[in-house]
């Protein structure tokens, strides 16, 4: 995609519910809007086995071609942007169809320099079976990463990912997948690295998926994190749920946005987003748009947000046990983030989620 | 003759007479004859000849809006204003955001934007013209009166035709006016508070209603009165391709409290007219305000309504809104808890048939500590109608230990009808509870089957099922009020099923 394209693009309104807090202008590395910088240095991507295995037959990482057909939202900003920055190059993780895991496999972006760029495709082939860890990491002042992917028929993928990129790097993340007939996709993300932080993750579902995203993400300085989250029922049978837990402390601030979309005529889907938000200082802030389109009605939607203090109770009760409002504090936030994954069907993930984020609290508590 | 250039020729014929500010009404009474006939299910689509003693052309100018002042004869600074806002109202482009296409489609150019039926405001029934009489006997409002209310106003078009108020509620210094004899008798009151709470910046429609306002209720309840039984204001669109935009101003001063009621219907024609109006409140400390409003207007109006409080401390507003008519309502009544202890308490529902989009909804700003809020919302959507809830909570950083709740609940009655939610939360204070859940469904078989297996038709179990939905906002309503609601809601239910 051509910097002359994303120079063709307009400014995105503040009217439109995914660019509604944190405008372009605020995300753009120069200020430039126009402009799209040469000096991108491409992520290293390294894709492993977690157990330290060979990788198997049948999963692969090679170069892709971006002129393919894309999942991606063309005329959105940022996409156009993160796309004119990749310059054409993309990574492409093939996954052939009957592939079944018995480890996850381990991805590693790590973004370094000052501008940093990844665009990742992913292909998983039909009835396959496989967990991916995806690993961000690096001190690049600005990271932008595109991903798209298609979950083939019938396929069960599960993904964990870690945004662990330095507390003072802005990163812009776009994704749109796709999940086939019957497949079951399952996205867990633990959000504790940037400064300034988008994310516009977008999913459609075909007849009999089952979708869920869980995201944990924690606030401490200035950090500010913005997840924009769109599902799109076209056709029904199915199933999407969406859950985010956001801990704010000092001045930092939680955005959630989200849309489900219900298409006329998808009758039997079951669509579901709760935000939940702690607030633990007095100048956090957090703000829940959890937004329904509901045009069939033989469906279950519903939504929830809610955001609150520690409960004093609970802070009792620890301290109580000899431990110091610190730690106390430490805990329950540790508790209420991990909480987002307890629905995770793999313990696996799951568990590599919560020993990454204990150790993120533990370091945390020594500063 | 053509129908375009008929109206025209009357247009030239009445500018000259226009330019006065006085239109006759013959050649626009003319034009009511030709409207249609078929008023369908809509019980209060029928209307009556229009007998206007001053009709503007259609459109509005810089001139429209300081004809309006005049005729009025209103003091200066209120025709300024009207100008100002009416500059902001050209200046300001169409909301971006909502049903774009249908707000889109509304001809400004073919709106009259001030018809006088009547000489005045009346205070007895006897002395207001025939047929403006018969208008309000069909729609039960004298019977009302003389039974359960304190106080009523009557708007017809462009101006309040007729208003009363209990001897008992005047001698306790009640002041219960129509917006105009209002800033005539108390200019200085509405000069303080006129556009205070709602300035004319505030959003495109305030800015066309604070240009060309006419009517409206302005209503003061003096410090430790307590107005028992609700008043009243009744507003009705005649004539097609009209405007009716009213201005209330209520002043709840400390420790009073008052129950307003507002109905609206208009006749059904095969032309837009627009109502948008602007609504003030004002709750002093420990005061109470309950605002009803049972909408009905006609699926030939579009609906743009702002409605704002500003509550003091300890007092309460509640504003409980039911939307049933129009083509398009965007009606999202707000409360401002300016202080201490304040609370808010917003009640809607809205029904959507075929062709009809409610976009209502509420917001509150939580300015203080210790400030409560109660949201609840409820839609119902039928025959490829369309509901969307658009809310906004704002608590800001200094609003500690406040507590928010908003649920919102949607019923989709059949496959080609679509429900919408929008909530938004910005939280800024680390000490708030907010909470917030909705859900979409469609009436539950098992409740269908349980109500049928008694002997219930399937109709009827519906339309019990859909009232027992709506009851929380039906129970918040004078009684009389609740059965013509519940009725209303069987009238529209009526071959929902099959």
Same mark, same amino acid.
């Given at each position: 995609m051509s910097k002359a394209f994303y120079a063709s693009l307009a400014e995105p309104s503040q009217a439109i519910h995914a660019w509604k807090y944190t405008p372009w202008k605020k995300l753009h590395p120069t200020g430039k809007l126009?402009?799209?910088?040469?000096?991108?240095?491409?992520?290293?991507?390294?894709?492993?086995?977690?157990?330290?295995?060979?990788?198997?037959?049948?999963?692969?990482?090679?170069?892709?071609?971006?002129?393919?057909?894309?999942?991606?939202?063309?005329?959105?900003?940022? !996409?156009?942007?993160?796309?004119?920055?990749?310059? %054409?190059?993309?990574?492409?993780?093939?996954?052939?169809?009957?592939?079944?895991?018995?480890?996850?496999?381990?991805?590693?972006?790590?973004?370094?320099?000052?501008?940093?760029?990844?665009?990742?495709?992913?292909?998983?082939?039909?009835?396959?079976?496989?967990?991916?860890?995806?690993?961000?990491?690096?001190?690049?002042g600005w990271f932008g990463l595109l991903r798209e992917g298609i979950i083939g028929h019938a396929c069960h993928y599960h993904e964990g990912i870690e945004q662990a990129l330095s507390s003072s790097s802005t990163v812009i993340r776009a994704e749109s997948w796709k999940t086939g007939r019957d &497949?079951?996709?399952?996205?867990?993300?633990?959000?504790?690295? %940037?400064?300034?932080?988008?994310?516009?993750?977008? &999913?459609?579902?075909?007849?009999?998926?089952?979708?869920?995203?869980?995201? &944990?993400?924690? %606030?401490?300085?200035?950090?500010?994190?913005?997840?924009?989250?769109?599902?799109?029922?076209?056709? %029904?049978?199915?199933?999407?749920?969406?859950?985010?837990?956001?801990?704010?402390?000092?001045?930092?601030?939680?955005i959630s946005?989200?849309?489900?979309?219900?298409?006329?005529?998808?009758?039997?889907?079951?669509?579901?987003?709760?935000?939940?938000?702690?607030?633990?200082?007095?100048?956090?802030?957090?703000?829940?748009?959890?937004?329904?389109?509901?045009?069939?009605?033989? !469906?279950?939607?519903?939504?929830?947000?809610?955001?609150?203090?520690l409960d004093p109770e609970q802070?009792?009760?620890?301290?109580?046990?000899?431990?110091?409002?610190?730690?106390?504090?430490?805990?329950?936030?540790?508790?209420?983030?991990?909480?987002?994954?307890?629905?995770?069907?793999?313990?696996?993930?799951?568990?590599?989620?919560?020993?990454?984020?204990?150790i993120h609290l533990d370091c945390n508590l020594l500063e | 003759m053509q129908f375009k250039s008929r109206i025209r020729a009357m247009i030239g014929l009445s500018q000259q007479m226009h330019r006065r500010g006085i239109n006759m009404s013959q050649e626009a009474r003319d034009m009511s004859q030709e409207a249609r006939d078929a008023v369908g299910d809509y019980r209060y689509g029928f209307h009556d000849p229009e007998n206007a003693t001053i009709r503007f052309d259609f459109g509005l100018s810089e001139q429209v809006v300081r004809d309006i002042s005049e005729i009025k004869n209103e003091p200066h600074w209120m025709t300024e204003m009207r100008v100002k806002a009416y500059k902001h109202y050209i200046s300001r482009p169409m909301p971006d955001w909502g049903n774009s296409e249908m707000l889109n489609s509304i001809d400004f150019e073919n709106i009259c934007y001030y018809l006088k039926s009547s000489k005045g405001s009346e205070t007895d029934w006897d002395e207001v013209p025939e047929d403006i009489k018969n208008t309000f006997d069909r729609l039960g409002i004298p019977n009302a009166e003389q039974k359960w209310l304190g106080g009523v106003t009557a708007q017809y078009e462009s101006e309040v035709v007729y208003h009363s108020i209990r001897e008992d509620l005047e001698e306790q210094g009640v002041v219960f006016l129509d917006m105009d004899s209002g800033l005539r008798e108390y200019e200085d009151v509405v000069k303080q508070y006129f556009g205070s709470?709602?300035?004319?910046?505030?959003?495109?429609?305030?800015?066309?209603?604070?240009?060309?306002?006419?009517?409206?209720?302005?209503?003061?309840?003096?410090?430790?009165?307590?107005?028992?039984?609700?008043?009243?204001?009744?507003?009705?669109?005649?004539?097609?391709?009209?405007?009716?935009?009213?201005?209330?101003?209520?002043?709840?001063?400390?420790?009073?409290?008052?129950?307003?009621?507002?109905?609206?219907?208009a006749p059904t024609y095969s032309t837009d007219s627009l109502h948008s109006a602007v609504v003030e409140l004002i709750a002093e400390e420990g005061s109470h305000i309950r605002y009803s409003t049972v909408q009905n207007w006609s699926t030939n109006v579009y609906n743009l309504v702002t409605k704002r409080g500003i509550a003091y401390r300890n007092s309460t507003i509640e504003w409980v809104d039911g939307n049933i008519g129009s083509r398009l309502t965007m009606k999202y009544p707000a409360v401002i808890l300016k202080e201490e202890g304040a609370h808010a308490e917003i009640i809607s529902v809205a029904y959507s048939g075929e062709g009809q989009h409610q976009d209502a909804g509420s917001k509150v700003h939580h300015l203080a500590p210790n400030t409560t809020s109660r949201i609840l919302a409820k839609s119902i959507s039928k025959n490829g109608g369309r509901s969307s809830y658009r809310g906004l909570v704002k608590v800001s950083p200094k609003a500690h230990n406040c507590k928010v709740s908003v649920v919102c609940d949607a019923l989709l009655l059949d496959a080609d009808s679509r429900s919408d939610t929008y909530p938004t939360m910005e939280v800024s204070n680390q000490s708030c509870v907010v909470e917030h859940e909705a859900s979409v469904s469609k009436v539950s078989g098992e409740q269908l089957f349980y109500l049928m297996s008694r002997g219930h038709t399937e109709e009827q179990a519906m339309g019990m099922i859909i009232n027992g939905f709506f009851e929380p906002f039906t129970k918040e309503l004078p009684l009389e009020y609740a059965s013509e609601l519940n009725k209303l809601l069987e009238m529209e239910m009526v071959g929902s099923i099959g």
């Open positions: 126009n402009e799209v910088p040469d000096d991108f240095l491409e992520a290293v991507v390294i894709l492993s086995m977690m157990d330290g295995s060979d990788l198997p037959s049948g999963v692969s990482l090679e170069r892709g071609d971006d002129s393919k057909t894309s999942l991606l939202q063309e005329d959105d900003k940022a !996409v156009a942007f993160l796309r004119a920055a990749c310059d %054409g190059n993309t990574w492409e993780l093939n996954i052939e169809a009957n592939t079944i895991l018995s480890s996850p496999l381990h991805v590693s972006i790590r973004a370094s320099g000052h501008l940093s760029v990844s665009h990742i495709q992913v292909q998983v082939g039909n009835n396959s079976d496989v967990e991916i860890i995806w690993a961000l990491s690096g001190e690049a &497949a079951t996709m399952t996205t867990s993300l633990l959000s504790i690295g %940037g400064e300034l932080v988008r994310s516009d993750l977008r &999913a459609i579902l075909d007849k009999g998926a089952t979708y869920q995203q869980f995201i &944990a993400s924690n %606030g401490k300085g200035i950090r500010r994190d913005n997840h924009h989250l769109q599902v799109t029922h076209p056709v %029904g049978n199915n199933q999407s749920e969406l859950v985010i837990h956001n801990a704010c402390d000092d001045k930092s601030r939680a946005t989200g849309r489900l979309t219900i298409a006329k005529g998808a009758d039997g889907s079951d669509a579901s987003q709760i935000f939940k938000n702690l607030l633990l200082s007095q100048k956090a802030r957090a703000d829940s748009i959890p937004e329904l389109e509901v045009l069939a009605n033989d !469906v279950s939607a519903a939504h929830g947000a809610a955001s609150a203090p802070m009792f009760y620890l301290m109580s046990r000899g431990l110091d409002s610190e730690e106390s504090e430490g805990l329950i936030v540790g508790g209420f983030l991990i909480a987002a994954f307890e629905k995770l069907p793999r313990d696996s993930i799951g568990n590599w989620l919560k020993g990454r984020l204990a | 709470v709602v300035p004319y910046s505030d959003n495109k429609f305030s800015a066309l209603n604070t240009a060309v306002w006419s009517g409206g209720s302005f209503l003061i309840i003096p410090e430790g009165v307590h107005v028992e039984m609700p008043v009243q204001a009744y507003f009705r669109i005649n004539s097609k391709n009209m405007g009716q935009f009213e201005r209330t101003l209520i002043i709840a001063r400390p420790g009073s409290s008052v129950h307003y009621i507002e109905g609206c219907t």
